[in-house]
Protein backbone atom coordinates (compact mmCIF):
# COMPACT_ATOMS: atom_id res chain seq x y z
CA UNK A 1 0.00 0.00 0.00
CA UNK A 2 1.65 3.19 -0.71
CA UNK A 3 1.01 6.23 1.35
CA UNK A 4 -0.88 9.96 0.34
CA UNK A 5 2.86 10.88 -0.62
CA UNK A 6 3.52 8.23 -3.13
CA UNK A 7 6.00 6.19 -0.60
CA UNK A 8 5.22 2.64 0.17
CA UNK A 9 4.40 1.94 3.53
CA UNK A 10 1.48 -0.27 5.38
CA UNK A 11 -1.25 2.62 6.98
CA UNK A 12 -0.18 3.02 10.63
CA UNK A 13 -2.48 3.63 13.57
CA UNK A 14 -2.80 7.05 14.62
CA UNK A 15 -1.00 8.81 17.52
CA UNK A 16 -0.50 12.16 18.63
CA UNK A 17 1.00 14.52 15.82
CA UNK A 18 3.80 15.90 18.03
CA UNK A 19 7.20 15.67 18.18
CA UNK A 20 8.17 11.93 18.46
CA UNK A 21 11.70 10.12 19.09
CA UNK A 22 14.36 11.16 16.31
CA UNK A 23 15.71 8.54 14.47
CA UNK A 24 19.63 7.81 14.39
CA UNK A 25 20.90 10.02 11.72
CA UNK A 26 24.35 11.05 10.77
CA UNK A 27 24.94 14.49 11.54
CA UNK A 28 28.07 17.23 10.58
CA UNK A 29 29.93 18.54 13.26
CA UNK A 30 28.44 22.17 11.64
CA UNK A 31 25.19 23.42 10.28
CA UNK A 32 26.59 26.87 9.15
CA UNK A 33 25.97 27.91 5.99
CA UNK A 34 29.75 27.90 4.82
CA UNK A 35 29.99 23.85 6.53
CA UNK A 36 26.72 23.56 3.85
CA UNK A 37 27.78 24.83 1.17
CA UNK A 38 31.42 23.04 1.38
CA UNK A 39 29.58 19.82 1.94
CA UNK A 40 27.07 20.51 -1.61
CA UNK A 41 29.43 21.53 -4.03
CA UNK A 42 30.20 17.93 -4.48
CA UNK A 43 26.54 17.73 -6.14
CA UNK A 44 26.71 17.50 -9.70
CA UNK A 45 24.19 19.76 -11.83
CA UNK A 46 21.70 17.70 -13.00
CA UNK A 47 19.80 17.86 -16.48
CA UNK A 48 15.98 19.17 -16.40
CA UNK A 49 13.52 16.69 -16.57
CA UNK A 50 12.94 14.69 -19.95
CA UNK A 51 9.27 12.81 -18.90
CA UNK A 52 7.10 14.85 -21.28
CA UNK A 53 5.30 15.82 -17.65
CA UNK A 54 4.87 19.74 -16.75
CA UNK A 55 7.78 21.35 -14.97
CA UNK A 56 7.82 22.96 -11.87
CA UNK A 57 10.76 24.35 -9.37
CA UNK A 58 11.37 25.57 -5.98
CA UNK A 59 14.09 27.61 -4.45
CA UNK A 60 15.07 26.32 -0.74
CA UNK A 61 16.94 29.40 0.76
CA UNK A 62 18.89 29.09 3.21
CA UNK A 63 20.64 32.41 5.11
CA UNK A 64 23.18 32.92 8.27
CA UNK A 65 21.04 34.14 11.40
CA UNK A 66 22.06 37.38 12.76
CA UNK A 67 23.58 35.38 15.29
CA UNK A 68 26.19 34.01 12.82
CA UNK A 69 25.51 30.25 14.17
CA UNK A 70 23.73 27.91 12.46
CA UNK A 71 22.32 28.94 8.96
CA UNK A 72 18.55 28.93 8.74
CA UNK A 73 16.11 28.00 5.99
CA UNK A 74 12.89 29.96 4.72
CA UNK A 75 9.71 28.18 4.89
CA UNK A 76 5.98 29.32 3.69
CA UNK A 77 3.21 28.63 4.46
CA UNK A 78 0.52 28.49 1.37
CA UNK A 79 -2.64 30.02 1.12
CA UNK A 80 -6.13 28.42 1.05
CA UNK A 81 -7.03 28.75 -2.14
CA UNK A 82 -9.88 26.44 -3.66
CA UNK A 83 -8.77 24.11 -5.98
CA UNK A 84 -5.14 23.77 -5.12
CA UNK A 85 -4.22 20.12 -3.88
CA UNK A 86 -1.22 21.92 -1.52
CA UNK A 87 -3.63 24.70 -0.48
CA UNK A 88 -2.44 25.46 3.68
CA UNK A 89 0.96 23.51 3.39
CA UNK A 90 4.55 24.34 4.66
CA UNK A 91 6.50 24.55 1.74
CA UNK A 92 9.59 26.56 -0.24
CA UNK A 93 9.02 29.41 -2.97
CA UNK A 94 8.55 27.79 -6.15
CA UNK A 95 5.60 26.83 -8.89
CA UNK A 96 5.10 26.05 -12.12
CA UNK A 97 7.75 26.99 -15.08
CA UNK A 98 6.63 29.58 -16.95
CA UNK A 99 7.14 29.14 -21.03
CA UNK A 100 8.84 32.57 -21.31
CA UNK A 101 11.34 30.92 -18.22
CA UNK A 102 14.84 30.40 -20.46
CA UNK A 103 14.86 27.12 -17.20
CA UNK A 104 13.52 25.79 -14.25
CA UNK A 105 16.67 27.74 -12.60
CA UNK A 106 14.82 30.71 -14.00
CA UNK A 107 11.45 29.55 -12.86
CA UNK A 108 13.05 29.46 -9.44
CA UNK A 109 14.11 33.12 -9.53
CA UNK A 110 10.80 34.32 -10.83
CA UNK A 111 8.98 32.44 -7.93
CA UNK A 112 10.45 33.51 -5.44
CA UNK A 113 10.82 36.86 -5.78
CA UNK A 114 6.91 36.85 -6.93
CA UNK A 115 6.02 35.09 -3.48
CA UNK A 116 8.27 36.37 -0.95
CA UNK A 117 10.02 39.29 -2.65
CA UNK A 118 13.66 38.02 -2.79
CA UNK A 119 15.98 38.61 -5.73
CA UNK A 120 18.15 35.45 -5.74
CA UNK A 121 20.29 36.72 -8.76
CA UNK A 122 21.01 39.62 -6.65
CA UNK A 123 21.33 38.43 -2.99
CA UNK A 124 21.92 34.88 -3.61
CA UNK A 125 24.12 32.06 -5.29
CA UNK A 126 23.02 28.35 -6.13
CA UNK A 127 25.10 26.08 -4.62
CA UNK A 128 23.16 22.96 -5.48
CA UNK A 129 20.25 21.50 -7.07
CA UNK A 130 18.47 18.38 -5.31
CA UNK A 131 16.95 15.44 -7.54
CA UNK A 132 13.59 16.40 -9.39
CA UNK A 133 10.32 14.32 -7.63
CA UNK A 134 7.20 13.75 -9.00
CA UNK A 135 4.39 15.70 -7.35
CA UNK A 136 1.95 13.51 -5.73
CA UNK A 137 -1.46 14.83 -4.35
CA UNK A 138 -4.11 12.78 -2.68
CA UNK A 139 -2.36 9.92 -3.50
CA UNK A 140 -1.64 10.05 -6.91
CA UNK A 141 0.44 11.58 -9.06
CA UNK A 142 -0.29 14.45 -10.88
CA UNK A 143 2.16 14.58 -14.15
CA UNK A 144 4.33 17.11 -12.61
CA UNK A 145 7.57 17.13 -11.73
CA UNK A 146 9.37 19.52 -9.48
CA UNK A 147 12.85 20.76 -9.81
CA UNK A 148 14.58 21.97 -5.61
CA UNK A 149 17.99 24.18 -6.16
CA UNK A 150 19.03 24.96 -2.92
CA UNK A 151 20.69 28.91 -2.89
CA UNK A 152 22.70 30.84 -0.02
CA UNK A 153 21.97 34.32 0.79
CA UNK A 154 25.71 35.81 1.58
CA UNK A 155 24.31 39.79 1.29
CA UNK A 156 25.00 41.16 4.90
CA UNK A 157 21.92 42.94 4.40
CA UNK A 158 19.41 40.66 4.05
CA UNK A 159 16.09 41.35 1.96
CA UNK A 160 12.90 41.90 3.76
CA UNK A 161 10.40 38.86 2.94
CA UNK A 162 7.06 40.58 1.14
CA UNK A 163 4.87 37.39 0.96
CA UNK A 164 2.19 38.35 -1.78
CA UNK A 165 -1.36 36.49 -1.94
CA UNK A 166 -0.31 33.10 -2.83
CA UNK A 167 1.54 33.01 0.57
CA UNK A 168 0.09 32.97 4.28
CA UNK A 169 3.34 33.40 6.12
CA UNK A 170 7.14 33.32 5.74
CA UNK A 171 9.43 32.32 8.22
CA UNK A 172 12.89 31.65 8.77
CA UNK A 173 13.93 28.18 10.69
CA UNK A 174 17.31 26.84 12.16
CA UNK A 175 18.36 23.61 9.65
CA UNK A 176 20.32 21.77 12.45
CA UNK A 177 17.20 20.30 13.95
CA UNK A 178 15.66 19.08 11.34
CA UNK A 179 18.69 17.55 9.79
CA UNK A 180 19.43 16.21 13.02
CA UNK A 181 16.31 14.50 13.33
CA UNK A 182 15.65 16.65 16.79
CA UNK A 183 11.95 17.89 15.16
CA UNK A 184 10.51 14.58 13.78
CA UNK A 185 7.23 14.51 13.97
CA UNK A 186 3.59 12.78 12.27
CA UNK A 187 1.07 14.32 10.48
CA UNK A 188 -2.10 12.87 10.82
CA UNK A 189 -3.95 12.79 7.28
CA UNK A 190 -7.41 11.47 6.08
CA UNK A 191 -7.16 10.20 2.39
CA UNK A 192 -10.56 8.03 1.39
CA UNK A 193 -11.52 7.01 4.26
CA UNK A 194 -8.37 5.87 5.87
CA UNK A 195 -6.54 7.57 8.61
CA UNK A 196 -2.48 7.48 7.84
CA UNK A 197 0.50 9.09 9.77
CA UNK A 198 2.34 11.12 7.62
CA UNK A 199 5.97 11.76 8.39
CA UNK A 200 7.19 15.06 8.40
CA UNK A 201 9.31 18.00 11.00
CA UNK A 202 7.77 20.01 13.89
CA UNK A 203 8.51 23.85 13.06
CA UNK A 204 6.70 25.96 15.90
CA UNK A 205 2.79 24.52 15.31
CA UNK A 206 3.11 23.76 12.46
CA UNK A 207 4.25 20.42 10.72
CA UNK A 208 6.36 20.10 7.35
CA UNK A 209 5.15 17.22 5.59
CA UNK A 210 4.76 15.85 2.08
CA UNK A 211 6.34 16.81 -0.80
CA UNK A 212 8.95 19.38 1.62
CA UNK A 213 9.25 16.42 3.52
CA UNK A 214 10.86 14.54 0.73
CA UNK A 215 13.12 17.84 -0.40
CA UNK A 216 14.10 18.02 3.10
CA UNK A 217 14.88 14.42 2.98
CA UNK A 218 16.85 14.98 -0.03
CA UNK A 219 18.57 17.96 1.41
CA UNK A 220 20.04 15.70 4.43
CA UNK A 221 20.82 13.16 2.41
CA UNK A 222 23.24 15.14 0.44
CA UNK A 223 24.42 16.35 3.39
CA UNK A 224 24.89 13.16 5.09
CA UNK A 225 26.32 11.08 1.96
CA UNK A 226 29.69 9.74 3.20
Known amino acids: MRRPDGTRAPPPRLTNPLRIA ?3 RTVLPSYDLA ?32 SGEEAEILLIRRAE ?15 RRDPADPSLYHTAL ?3 AE ?15 LPDLPAVARGRRVGLTIAP ?8 ELPLLVPNDEVAEALWTPLGPLARGERVAKYPYQHEGQ ?18 HRMLESLFGALHRT
Do not use: K
Open 149 to 156: FVFALDSA
Open 110 to 112: RET
Open 195 to 212: LYEMPGFQVGERIVWGLT
Open 81 to 95: REGDPWSGHMAFPGG
Open 35 to 66: AIAARLAVEEAREAATSGERQAAVAAILRSPP
Open 22 to 24: SPC
Open 115 to 129: EVGIELALHGRLIAR
